[in-house]
């Protein structure tokens, strides 16, 4: 008989339990114990809601603190040395500053470099490589969670990545030519004890994480797998080899080929791939994930179920698994929890608790025990969404096929237009700014919950937000950065707030989802065609504007990162929904110019992110991504200054790309990882200007002046003076004041010192 399985649950709890805890352990508020008491009490929970489910394959181990690649750096023992010897044993502080480094009791340690797992919006802890470390098991978490499930009368399947997408996600440093996969043979013996300890535990199967399978793969990693699955099948443990997020396609040969029991392949992502794997399986165990484990839309069960009954035919149904397409940690938890939601576009939505369900009634389908009722309200509901006239509107659709390539090209070619703004801006040389948003404190939420609750007017909510935005302008003005922002106060989250403004757009109440560490975001859906219901930001843009003679900058989401930090609709192709946004996007700009504001940050940190898997996809993406940011940009005269700013990413594949986005300015995060990711742009000559972060705010570390003077130098290095801006990584919404006004005054201070530098040469 088909089981059905899950792969992995969502971490931070209905009420962000989770996210409360460890935030509160960081400010002392907390003890060790209570954390781990808050996390014990989270899993238990969780995992008794996947029991009470019907589900018959209950993950451990997929539970973390702070990031499941972390979790592997540490149960491996791959610390690097400036966080302190382990000693077989990663304590929760020195697992802490990994993911953010410390600051504290004469320590001063940069975090790990964060990057982006996939094609998600979830940021993944790098690992670091260098010649001559060594691994050791000191970590046992994963065997510590299979054991406290057993004595709760669970026996679940331990999850763990596994050791070839391990190094192949990590990154080598100090020696030039460093291969990360040669650390696989003192990696795996790490591995092993693992598994070992786990089977003593009772253990019978064990989902080992491979996602780098639906990668293009060199031939050294084919060999590493091959390698690493010869030692690993012999332990004793069953392994349930887990791809997800695309096709195995050329690798499908040397995935069915590896000796392990099982293998679970994504079939909302990729369903062409089910035949072929199943007519290679050589007998193993199959979990199909063909419950979206991405998006929030309903199962079309009646589909899905077809396809199971289509499997099961050409297979052994006692060797089908029916399961997720990946972690569920991607999705809200529960949809009971929304109950202000407008009715309809409820029933067409299952999050995190629902897709167990759907799971569940599958499997009982293909046994023969079909949930009528269920079935039958699914199909409704199906059918429901497929035909409603709020999906639709022609007005959008009619603009759309007016679209020309005139409606992405901006004026004048960049050389011509840069000369024109530095004319009319008058900044002087490494202008200093920042990323957009400033510390979201206690005060700010609180008001914005009182007016949204109706507590409080709207006149007085708005004289709240003036006030807040005026102080932050004079006090942008007195440490003398040379382009301000207004701080976005009035805003709640850089996709949300837009999409809140926008037709087509539709919100959550609790759907939060994590996306590093305690960072959670609230994604909102796409459920129909996207359209600007009024201007969205000029009011307060034109308010900053009117306290300062400064160039205040206007912020916005740019089109890409409006579309993949949302759930979006699935029924159109993703490039006609991108190009509608870019439409809404353009009003918004051609309307803050209109109102006086020269300078128009459009926020594009997704763009390296929606990136497909293989490089064979990326050309038809690029271009609609580009294409989507151009039509978004290019309304304005050339006075009008067009910045974008972008997240971790390797530019290295995509720089012509973003080139191509033709922004006057970019900026990128680049101090984590001590301005390489800047090699990109110098390789390539990018021609427009760039600034290059030098202040990681995904940290709480306070850097020093001489510290972003030393990033400066390293920009100043290989870019012209005149092409570098000054500013943080990115927003500093999550930071606090107490950081922040210590950092950027040291910023800025940096900046002043390093031009006055340049002058002195240039006047030499």
């Known amino acids: 008989m088909a089981l059905a399985a899950n792969l992995g649950f969502p971490r931070v709890g209905a009420a962000r339990e989770l996210k409360k805890a460890v935030e509160a352990y960081w400010k002392g508020a907390l003890s060790s114990t209570a954390l781990l008491d808050t996390a014990k009490e989270l899993r238990m929970r969780h995992m008794n809601l996947q029991k009470n489910a019907g589900v018959d394959i209950i993950p451990s181990g997929d539970f973390t603190l702070y990031d499941h690649v ?286 167990l369900d759907e799971i569940v009634l599958l499997r009982d389908a293909l046994h023969g025990n079909k949930h009528v009722i269920a079935f039958s309200n699914n199909e409704a509901a199906i059918a429901d969404r497929q035909v409603s006239i709020r999906i639709h509107d022609k007005a959008v659709q009619a603009r759309m096929a007016k679209l020309s390539a005139k409606d992405t090209e901006r004026h004048s070619a960049f050389d011509d237009r840069i000369e024109k703004q530095r004319t009319a801006l008058n900044l002087p040389l490494l202008p200093t700014t920042t990323i957009g948003s400033f510390p979201q404190t206690q005060e700010i939420r609180a008001m914005r919950a009182k007016f949204k609750k109706g507590e409080i007017t709207e006149q007085a909510y708005d004289a709240f937000l003036e006030q807040a935005t005026t102080d932050v302008i004079r006090w942008q003005e007195e440490i003398d950065i040379d382009v301000p922002v207004h701080g976005e106060f009035e805003r709640n989250d850089m996709v949300e707030y837009f999409g809140e403004q926008l037709n087509g757009y539709a919100f959550t109440q609790h759907g939060w989802v994590q996306s590093y560490g305690s960072r959670c975001v609230k994604p909102p859906f796409i459920y129909g065609d996207v359209s600007r219901k009024n201007p969205m930001t000029v009011r307060w843009s034109a308010f900053a504007q009117s306290l300062t003679k400064r160039p205040v900058k206007g912020m916005l989401t740019g089109p890409v990162t409006m579309l993949q930090w949302s759930f979006v609709r699935d029924d159109q192709p993703r490039s006609t929904t991108c190009k509608q946004i870019a439409l809404a996007v353009r009003d918004e700009v051609v309307d803050l110019e209109q109102a006086g504001i020269t300078i128009i940050q459009i926020d ?86 760039i600034g290059p972060g030098v202040y990681d705010i995904h940290s709480p570390r306070v850097p020093s002046q001489s510290e972003m003077e030393h990033l400066l130098q390293k920009a100043l290095d290989v870019l012209k003076p005149e092409q570098i801006w000054v500013n943080p990584d990115c927003g500093l919404k999550t930071r606090g004041w107490a950081e922040v006004r210590p950092a950027l005054e040291a910023m800025v201070a940096a900046a002043k010192a390093q031009r006055q530098q340049i002058e002195k040469s240039q006047a030499a």
């Open 70 to 355: 972390l979790d592997t750096i540490a149960m491996v023992g791959a610390v690097p040395t400036r966080y302190g010897a382990v000693a077989g044993d990663v304590s929760l502080d020195t697992y802490f500053a990994m993911a953010r480094g410390s600051q504290k009791d004469g320590t001063d340690v940069v975090a790990m470099e964060m990057t982006k797992w996939f094609d998600t919006n979830y940021h993944y802890i790098v690992p670091e490589f260098r010649k001559g470390m060594k691994f050791t098991l000191s970590s046992r978490k994963v065997i510590a969670d299979f054991v406290e499930a057993k004595e709760a009368g669970i026996t679940a399947r331990p999850v763990i990545l596994g050791p070839v997408s391990f190094l192949l996600l990590g990154k080598c440093y100090g020696e030039d030519g460093l291969d990360a996969l040669s650390f696989l043979p003192d990696l795996l013996p790490v591995y092993e004890s693992v598994l070992q300890e786990l089977h003593a535990q009772g253990a019978s199967w064990v989902q080992i994480d491979e996602p780098c399978l639906v990668l293009d793969l060199s031939d050294a990693a084919k060999e590493a797998y091959k390698t690493a699955y010869a030692r690993l099948s012999t332990v004793g443990c069953s392994l349930m080899l887990t791809t997800y997020f695309g096709a195995l396609k050329d690798n499908l040969a040397l995935a069915t080929s590896l000796p392990v029991e099982g293998l679970h392949i994504d079939v909302v992502r990729a369903p062409e791939q089910m035949d072929d794997v199943l007519a290679h399986a050589n007998g193993k165990v199959i979990s199909l994930g063909i419950v979206d484990g991405r998006n929030i839309w309903k199962t079309d069960l009646s589909k899905a179920l077809n396809r199971l009954e289509h499997a099961a035919e050409r297979y052994s149904a006692d060797k089908i698994i029916i399961a997720p397409s990946c972690s569920l940690l991607h999705s809200p938890i529960d949809l009971a929890l929304e109950t202000d939601m407008d009715a309809e576009l409820k029933s067409w939505l299952a999050f995190a608790t629902q897709k």
């Open 604 to 689: 594009e940190p997704a763009l390296r992110e929606g990136l497909p898997l293989r490089h064979a996809d990326w050309k038809d993406y690029l271009t609609w991504a580009v294409e989507s940011f151009r039509i978004s940009a290019a309304g304005v005269q050339d006075e009008t200054q067009i910045h974008t700013h972008m997240c971790y990413s390797e530019f290295n594949d995509i720089i012509h790309s973003i080139a191509d986005l033709d922004a006057d300015v970019i900026s990128i995060e680049t101090s984590r990882s001590a301005m390489e990711l800047l090699d990109a742009f110098v390789d390539f000559k990018y021609p427009n200007e």
